[in-house]
């Protein structure tokens, strides 16, 4: 009980040391800020819906999070370190049970009107309490929360049910825009379609499939932010487009991520008017098999599946073309929940005899029944980097084992709904991206009836290891934890994992004061970020 105790009085001690680091992100740069200015971006997708509580899709968190603020954030400048944003200042019970957020003065809707502790009430009411007929995808994020209460217009207080490892770093989520309540008293899910933000921009147009735009907002409660005029991105799921977008100067960035050659492509033409920032990444790209359908109900036509990938040649080709670089488990390689290689090595799929692995998955899938293999569609979305060429990588690796898939791109909106909604699927190119490296994130889809669990799989050992991981104060009890779920996953060959992405972030040298994290959801509001003349 000693030892609980003092974990828990480090957990309180660290919360009252981040409540004091609460202001906003200062530039650090030498130049002095440039006002002015509209930001031209591409990206690779337009938005299933505009509603950050309810996808899970850069298309939708890159497009809006600049019209929005958060509870907290993670750092802009200084991944992952969590400071203020609607919240000034905030501290954690000793028994870490509780936690108090102040609400910054003077914060007011692009509407007008002002952002209370009831709005931030009704926003996490939403996520952590959906009413019948709205999807929170993060929902089990919160497992940790009781209530979330009012007291007063400028307090917020979470309630939990029993200390959490990580739920400061989940309430500082980018996904988690505050919303005034009055409009999701009306609908709750009128933001699907429309925007009310208290951002530093403010809404101006959007044709879908092509532009969105939003302008300067001059109430931004951050005083002399945002100095850029507006934003504006340009759609193309067509990579090529985009680098030749970028390489003419129409677009200035793309947050995301461009693929080797077309970076190299980009540095040789323009010199050094381009800037490239190179980021490992929080991003896991795999296949989801539907576990409700034959033959993928078998565990032995799953591993044969896993076993017929080979990575270690695969993030040598894809690198180059797709982002696609690491070989890892569930959690980002070489973080702090990582699986040792030694440990990777042995699970099924990831030992580096490739001609061993073959013949062990021909010898199962004969086992199973289907000795010449079988056919099979692979649906997928329509991005090529890396969704495509990882889609046609697996599809060649599968056919020398004697499978034969289809490959089927989806736009976004279809994909989700096929793949996360429906279930209507045999197998799917299924992207793990998150904004922090925490197993809460990364493993809760893979736990009995999770919006994510794509697989729709279950298995009572991994709900009650992710329930526990959870409530671990200690890192070492944790990461134990978490790797026992990792090898719980991919020994049943629940999931298919592939490869660990990586970012290659080209902008323009004049887009000044952007710091690329190892995501492309968090530093998104662009508040900060400046142009320089040319």
Known sequence: MRRHRTIIAVVGLCGLLASLVVVAPATVQAETPRRGGVLLAAIAADAPSLDPHQEQTFATIELVAPLYSTLIQIDPLSYPKIIGDAASEWKIAP???????????GIRFHDGSPLTAADVKATYDKIVFPPAGVRSIRKNAYGAIASVEAPDATTVVFKLKYPS???????????????????????????????????????KSYTPGSTFEGERNPDYFVKDRPYLDGYKFFVSTETSVRAATLRSGRAWIEFRTMPQSEVES????????????????????????????????????????TLGIDRYTGSRVLYPIASLKDVGALMRPATEFAMS?????????????????????????????????????LKNRNVRVPYIDFGVFVIQEWRKIGIEAEHRPLETAAWFADGRDRGSFEVIVNGVFNYMDDPDLFLERYTTGDTNNWGRFSDPRIDDLFARQTRALDPAERKRLVNDIEKIVLENA???????????VVHWAKVKNYVAPPNHYSNQKLQDVWLAED
Do not use: C
């Open 95 to 105: 028994d870490g049970l509780t936690y108090t957020f102040k609400l910054r003065g």
């Open 494 to 504: 629940y999931h298919i994992p592939g490869l660990w992405w990586a970012r290659s």
């Open 341 to 377: 290689e030694s440990e990777l090595q042995k699970l099924p799929g990831f030992g580096r005899d490739m001609e061993k692995n073959r013949a062990e998955a021909r010898r199962l899938l004969a086992e199973a029944g289907y000795p010449n293999g079988f056919k099979v569609v």
């Open 266 to 305: 980009i540095r040789k033409q323009l010199g050094d008017k381009v800037v490239v920032q190179d980021t490992a990444a929080t991003g896991l790209f795999g296949i989801a098999m539907n576990q409700t359908a034959k033959p993928f109900t078998d565990i032995r036509v799953r591993k044969a599946l």
């Open 165 to 203: 490892a990580s739920l400061l770093g989940n309430l500082a989520s980018p996904w988690n825009v505050i919303y005034p309540k009055k409009y999701l008293d009306r609908d709750p899910n009128y933001f699907k379609t429309n925007v009310v933000g208290s951002g530093p921009f403010k809404f």
